[in-house]
Nanobody, 122 residues
Framework: QVQLVESGGGLVEPGGSLTLSCAASGFAFSSHAMGWVRQAPGKGLEWVSIISSGGFSLTYADYVKGRFTISRDNDRNTLTLRMNSLEPEDTGVYYC???????????????WGQGTQVTVSS
């Protein structure tokens, strides 16, 4: 069955960095756009970033642009989110997500991981 397993979350001070990873299995990873969606405490889901199936197109939400970098390795079926200059507002559960089509800004993804907690606090 489809599995998306995130790792790399944790507690970091403001201004710090974290790298999230997602291991995918059970579907044609290289044929799907992949992304990250987050949910802050008490708030709704928020789209973060998306990368096309071949990795040639990337889009970021304005609130993470210039600080986060999304990448993928289709040989290893992995997705990565490098997060720099983290702010308290970045705190939340980060979900690895996937779907057939590249649609920036849309959170209607077909596949979802279980999420990993990121906490930015001093």
């Amino acid at each position: 069955q489809v599995q998306l397993v995130e790792s790399g979350g944790g507690l970091v001070e403001p201004g710090g960095s974290l790298t999230l990873s997602c291991a995918a299995s059970g579907f044609a990873f290289s044929s799907h756009a992949m992304g990250w969606v987050r949910q802050a405490p008490g708030k709704g889901l928020e789209w973060v970033s998306i990368i096309s199936s071949g990795g040639f197109s990337l889009t970021y939400a304005d609130y993470v642009k210039g600080r986060f970098t999304i990448s993928r390795d289709n040989d290893r079926n992995t997705l990565t989110l490098r997060m720099n200059s983290l702010e308290p507002e970045d705190t939340g559960v980060y979900y690895c997500v996937g779907r057939r089509f590249y649609l920036p800004g849309n959170i209607d993804f077909e596949y979802w991981g279980q999420g990993t907690q990121v906490t930015v606090s001093s």
